[in-house]
T-cell receptor
């Protein structure tokens, strides 16, 4: 299966700390995307990293991609209470199939 | 800002009944998708649709499921005879680009409860 697998499944940190989530996958990809989902809501795209990129930044988000290890990480710096959500990685293969992982539930403690 | 809209937000149905979930993708988008999510768990791919036909479908998307784009705006998912295990959130998503690997824009979902 190409499906991404995030870890940890759940993460609780203090507000202001950095949060790191990881995603591993099994087959070759065209790009990898990270999405966020607030409880009971739709998914919102955060950032896309292509297979020929190693690192990408967007505001407080930093994504890395290691295609040799088939893994990616999402770092959220200086976390805020509003960052509490589930975060999913999605792998996109050359046939355009977009497969989501199981997600990491992030809880920011005040 | 344009958005993907889904109706109904919540539907309760009896097992064996037909259900139609509706989606209005963003108007200039070309690729359409249905995903489902059971009880806040993983987001599962069901089907992708482009140029008025199915481009990919998963093993979940069996003969009980069908999709249609009956006019220029709506994109529907039909479940012919619902089962208890069809209870889930169903998300519609769309994508604009001819470069097929861009981001997806999701609707807020339709919660289906099968009794």
């Amino acid at each position: 299966s190409q499906q991404g697998e995030e870890d940890p499944q759940a993460l609780s940190i203090q507000e202001g700390e950095n949060a790191t989530m990881n995603c591993s996958y099994k087959t070759s990809i065209n790009n990898l995307q990270w999405y966020r989902q607030n409880s009971g809501r739709g998914l919102v795209h955060l950032i896309l990293i292509r297979s020929n990129e190693r690192e990408k930044h967007s505001g407080r988000l930093r994504v890395t991609l290691d295609t040799s290890k088939k893994s990616s990480s999402l770092l959220i710096t200086a976390s805020r209470a509003a960052d509490t959500a589930s975060y999913f990685c999605a792998t996109v293969n050359r046939d355009d199939k977009i497969i989501f992982g199981k997600g990491t539930r992030l809880h920011i403690l005040p | 800002e344009p958005e993907v809209t889904q109706t109904p937000s919540h539907q309760v149905t009896q097992m064996g009944q037909e259900v139609i979930l509706r989606c209005v993708p963003i108007s200039n988008h070309l690729y359409f998708y249905w995903y489902r999510q059971i009880l806040g768990q993983k987001v599962e791919f069901l089907v992708s649709f482009y140029n008025n036909e199915i481009s990919e479908k998963s093993e979940i998307f069996d003969d009980q499921f069908s999709v249609e784009r009956p006019d220029g705006s709506n994109f529907t998912l039909k479940i012919r005879s619902t089962k208890l295990e069809d209870s889930a959130m169903y998300f519609c998503a769309s994508r604009p680009d001819l470069e097929k690997t861009g981001e997806l824009f999701f609707g807020e979902g339709s919660r289906l409860t099968v009794l």
